[in-house]
């Protein structure tokens, strides 16, 4: 199983040394346009592996893509990230050119590869990805529902005042600040809905801190987040790898599913090797369905500023 991680930033190194740890692929390609940065990380993460028990093989390249042949799956975080007070949305007009040519780039040599993308704002960087290449659509993923679902349950954990593993709950929805929808009716404690455990008045507040939680963390360090980020794709890669039929929020083109066409936008899908091997349709209350359509259109908004 080889893995491409195009980014060798924050959030791919950080991608790269979970998957590297979980020890299920063989190989990691970090690719970056920063000379020796993509080498450099790679040498450092190899230098762990000692240390932390895991055999996978991980290499650096500037820019040079055959080094990424015959990838199984290619992960696209490179762009940049946001700064305190900015919103994903402002990153597009540098991150949509970076996204379409690396795309293309990573496609030109792994024609059969699945590709996970990263950059924000996440949903249309998925939507430009469908639009400028010929991937099938199970084989173009958005990965931010996973990320928004963990902080979900630790907002959950800590309003409940239980451990996070007792917690179960999930994100839909665009990868916004506002977009966001977290499914609080179908949240549970260990099988117990949370309801019978918050007030509805808390229940909110955590979903507002959950909605924020990008936010939260890029005002605390000055640019956005990386461990959670990475361990939420390196789920996403090892679901894939290991053909596990998981199920997690993905960004993927939907085509009537939740009353929406022609968007990419967060849903529960099903991952195993083929990508998104089918979508999940739950059953959401009427605030949801509204949440959702709304959600919808601010990623339309943004869609619309692509050049295509
Ligand atoms: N979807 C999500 O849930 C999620 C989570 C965290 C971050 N992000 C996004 O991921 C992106 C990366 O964040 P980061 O913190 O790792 O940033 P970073 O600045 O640490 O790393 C980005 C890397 O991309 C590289 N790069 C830029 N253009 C490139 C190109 N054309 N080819 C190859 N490499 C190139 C840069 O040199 C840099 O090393 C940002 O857009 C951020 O908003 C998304
Ligand atoms: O908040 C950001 O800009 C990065 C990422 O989308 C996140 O949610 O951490």
């Not at 007070?85 to 379409?100: D, Y």
């Not at 630790?154 to 839909?172: C, K, N, Q, T």
């Not at 195993?272 to 990623?299: C, F, N, T, W």
Request: hydrophobic letters at 40%; charged letters at 20%.
């Amino acid at each position: 199983m080889k893995v491409t991680v195009v980014g060798a930033g924050a959030v791919g190194a950080s991608c790269a040394e979970y998957i590297a740890i979980k020890n299920f692929a063989s190989e990691v390609v970090l690719v970056d346009i920063k000379e020796g940065y993509a080498e450099g990380k790679a040498m450092d993460l190899m230098q762990t592996a000692s240390l932390n028990g895991f055999d996978t093989k991980i290499t650096g390249v500037t820019g040079d893509y055959s080094k990424t042949a015959d990838s199984d799956i290619c992960v696209i975080t490179s762009g940049i990230p946001r700064k305190p007070g900015m919103t994903r949305e402002e990153l597009i007009g540098i991150n949509a050119g970076i996204v379409k040519s690396v795309a293309a780039s990573l496609i030109e040599h792994s024609p059969n590869t699945i590709i996970i993308v990263v950059s924000n704002p996440m949903d249309t960087m998925t939507y430009l990805v469908h639009k400028t290449t010929n991937l099938p659509k199970n084989r173009i993923i958005g990965m931010g529902g996973a990320l928004d679902s963990a902080r979900f349950k630790y907002r959950l954990a800590e309003a409940l005042g239980a451990p996070i593993s007792d917690v179960d709950g999930m994100v839909i929805g665009g990868h916004s600040d506002t977009g966001m929808v977290p499914l609080t009716s179908h949240a549970t404690r260990n099988s117990v809905k949370v309801s019978e455990f918050l007030t509805e008045e808390r229940l909110e507040q955590v979903a507002a801190d959950t909605k924020v939680g990008g936010a939260t963390l890029t005002k605390l360090l000055g640019t956005s987040a990386w461990y959670a980020p990475g361990a939420a794709v390196s789920g996403l890669v090892q679901a894939i790898a290991c053909d596990q039929k998981k199920i997690y929020p993905c960004s993927t083109l939907l085509e009537g599913e939740y009353d929406l066409s022609d968007i990419c936008i967060g849903v529960p899908v099903i991952l195993g090797k083929d990508g998104i091997e089918s979508i999940v349709d739950i059953p959401l209350s009427e605030a949801e369905k509204a949440h959702m359509q709304s959600s919808a259109e601010g990623v339309r908004k943004t869609n619309g500023l692509l050049e295509l």
